[in-house]
């Protein structure tokens, strides 16, 4: 299984950014899905964004046009840049990967987005 570091959280004011990276202990371009989800207090954990081994992407609508995921298979990483950040965003954040069908998660970082 392979094994998630998240960083890059913390607390930042509304319209700022923050970029998250995740670290993966083992090879990633073989890792058909990598992904961030989001849980905030009293809320579902929820997706946020997903990227293939291809490059393909999708965003949750809340999202589109503010985060952008990226991969680097050469790092073992994958990151999720976030601009314009709105209160709304303020959850832990999880780092995802799906090895035909082995899951595997991060233990989080927080994104506190001060209004």
């Known amino acids: 299984q392979v094994q998630l570091v998240e960083s890059g959280g913390g607390l930042v004011q509304t319209g700022g950014s923050l970029r998250l990276s995740c670290a993966a202990s083992?090879?990633?371009?073989?890792?058909?899905?990598m992904a961030w989800y989001r849980q905030a207090p009293g809320s579902k954990r929820e997706l946020v964004a997903a990227?293939?081994?291809?490059?393909?992407?999708n965003y949750a609508d809340s999202v589109k046009g503010r985060f952008t995921i990226s991969r680097d298979s050469a790092k073992n990483t994958v990151s999720l840049q976030m601009n314009s950040l709105k209160p709304e965003d303020t959850a832990v954040y999880y780092c995802?990967?799906?090895?035909?069908?082995?899951?595997?998660w991060g233990q989080g970082t927080q994104v506190t987005v001060s209004s």
């Open positions: 083992q090879i990633i371009f073989n890792i058909n899905t």
């Open positions: 990227i293939d081994s291809s490059g393909v992407t």
């Open positions: 995802y990967a799906n090895r035909w069908g082995s899951v595997s």
